[in-house]
Nanobody, 123 residues
Framework: QVQLVESGGGLVQAGGSLGLSCAAS????????MGWFRQAPGKEREFVAA????????YYADSVKGRFTISRDNAKNTVYLQMNSLKPEDTAVYYC????????????????WGQGTQVTVSA
C-alpha cells in the first residue's frame, strides 16, 4: 500500500516556474515507478511524465518535453516535477501516481494516486 500526497501547486504567470512534490508513505516506495498526470476542466486526465524506480529512466509527454523535469529521491520517499516556461494550457490539477510495472503512460497502469494539486498559469 502506498499513500501519495502532492504539494507545491499555486498560481504563476506564463513563462514562470513551479515545482511540485509528491510524498509517499510506505517502505516500498523505491520499488515503484512514479508518474505525473494532469486534468484540466472538462478534459480527461492525461499523462505528463514518468520515472523508473531507480530514477535512471524518464519519459515525457510531447507537450511538456524540454520544459518539465521529473526526478525522485528514494531516501526521502519523494518524487518531484519541476515545471519551467509554463503556459496557460498547463493549467490543471496535477496528480502523482505509483505503479509496480515500470515507466508507463497509461492511467490504467497505475495502482495508487494522490489527491492532486492545482496549478494555474495566468496569461
Amino acid at each position: 500500500q502506498v499513500q501519495l500526497v502532492e504539494s507545491g501547486g499555486g498560481l504563476v504567470q506564463a513563462g514562470g516556474s513551479l515545482g511540485l512534490s509528491c510524498a509517499a508513505s510506505g517502505r516500498t516506495f523505491s520499488s515503484y515507478a512514479m508518474g505525473w498526470f494532469r486534468q484540466a476542466p472538462g478534459k480527461e486526465r492525461e499523462f505528463v511524465a514518468a520515472i523508473s524506480w531507480s530514477g535512471k529512466n524518464t519519459y515525457y509527454a510531447d507537450s511538456v518535453k524540454g520544459r518539465f523535469t521529473i526526478s525522485r529521491d528514494n531516501a526521502k520517499n519523494t518524487v518531484y516535477l519541476q515545471m519551467n516556461s509554463l503556459k496557460p494550457e498547463d493549467t490543471a490539477v496535477y496528480y502523482c501516481a505509483a505503479n509496480s510495472a515500470g515507466v508507463r503512460t497509461k492511467r490504467a497502469a497505475y495502482d495508487y494516486w494522490g489527491q492532486g494539486t492545482q496549478v494555474t498559469v495566468s496569461a
